[in-house]
């Protein structure tokens, strides 16, 4: 007797927001796990604190190997390792950019105020 089995098996990837921005503005995995304690996700999801950092550490590992693709954001929508829907690639170009025009902004800016004072 013949059985039919269909499945399906995805491998999306799954980015934390909250993780995103933490690693994003530099905290360490310990720094951001404490924060996100602070912030009440241990009650909302009824982890203990060893399941946040492993789920933290895996997350900051993530973003480490998609990092190289956040810098050139066609490459993050043309890559084939990590399946990630669309509105969470432009989620995270959009962070990034944010973060680096910041710096850019920060540099510059100290760039000019220095030749302004130099110049005076």
């Given at each position: 007797m013949a059985t039919d089995l269909d499945v399906f098996v995805g491998n999306t990837?799954?980015?934390d927001e909250e993780a995103y921005q933490l690693w994003l503005d530099g905290y360490s995995v310990l720094d951001a796990v404490?924060?996100?304690?602070?912030?009440g996700i241990l009650e909302q999801?009824?982890?203990t604190?060893?399941?946040l950092e492993g789920d933290t550490m895996d997350h900051y590992r993530t973003?480490?190997?998609?990092?190289r693709f956040l810098h050139s954001p066609p490459k993050l929508v043309n890559q084939l390792i990590f399946q990630i829907p669309p509105y969470v690639q432009a989620m995270l170009i959009e962070n990034e950019?944010?973060?680096?025009?910041?710096?850019?902004?920060?540099?510059?800016g100290q760039v000019v105020y220095l030749m302004r004072h130099s110049v005076q």
């Open positions: 990837t799954r980015i404490s924060i996100r304690i602070k912030n999801t009824g982890a604190s060893d399941v973003f480490q190997m998609l990092e950019r944010s973060l680096w025009s910041l710096y850019l902004w920060q540099v510059f």
